[in-house]
T-cell receptor
């Protein structure tokens, strides 16, 4: 039982490049989230999903897109990376009957 | 708006007690507490819901003052394993799972 798995764990991008971060959970959770964590800022919600095929904007959605085609996967896309998107990205999931969020190990992204 | 946590950092000796506060300017429905060790993912500690009871787990407990929109995390007889950064996340009614996190409190427990 792996829990929440994020791929990749590290990535360096050049400004303007695109990439997709993958989050996969094997707990059959309905809710999934993408957060970014910056020094001194805590975690900020980018986008979230309450079920397969549905997504919604969080606190800081600009520059990101998401998709939830399958219940177990939540993808975060950067169409044109900017240095301001340098951050650690965390995916999390929650069962609909609980408030406990399970986090992945994070993806450290550097945009140069 | 981001909840405000205090203190920003605290250093303790093993066995000492600590209190971490979380304050919001918005009406709250839920307060969630997480601990994150360096280089690791945040781990859920507990949640307090509006109208709910004070929660506790062994030597870590929390309270939620609905009128003041404040929550406090109490760590009793701290252990070395308690070291890490503690975050409170707040949720509003109808969006209790879409959290706004504070900037964290770094707790260091020394032997």
């Amino acid at each position: 039982n792996a829990g929440v798995t994020q791929t990749p764990k590290f990535r360096v991008l050049k400004t303007g490049q695109s990439m997709t971060l993958l989050c996969a959970q094997d707990m059959n959770h309905e809710y999934m989230y993408w957060y970014r964590q910056d020094p001194g800022m805590g975690l900020r919600l980018i986008h979230y999903s309450v079920g397969e095929g549905t997504t919604a904007k969080g606190e800081v959605p600009d520059g990101y897109n998401v998709s939830r085609l399958k219940k177990q996967n939540f993808l975060l896309g950067l169409e044109s990376a900017a240095p301001s998107q340098t951050s650690v990205y965390f995916c999390a999931s929650t069962h609909r009957g609980s408030y406990e969020a399970f986090f992945g190990q994070g993806t450290r992204l550097t945009v140069v | 708006q981001q909840p405000v946590q205090s203190p920003q950092a605290v250093i303790l000796r093993e066995g000492e007690d600590a209190v971490i506060n979380c304050s919001s300017s918005k009406a709250l429905y839920s307060v969630h507490w997480y601990r994150q060790k360096h280089g690791e993912a945040p781990v859920f500690l507990m949640i307090l819901l509006k109208g709910g009871e004070q929660k506790g787990h062994e030597k870590i407990s929390a309270s939620f003052n609905e009128k003041k929109q404040q929550s406090s995390l109490y760590l009793t007889a701290s252990q070395l394993s308690y070291s890490g950064t503690y975050f409170c996340g707040t949720g509003a009614s109808g969006s209790a799972r879409q959290l706004t996190f504070g900037s964290g409190t770094q707790l260091t427990v020394l032997p």
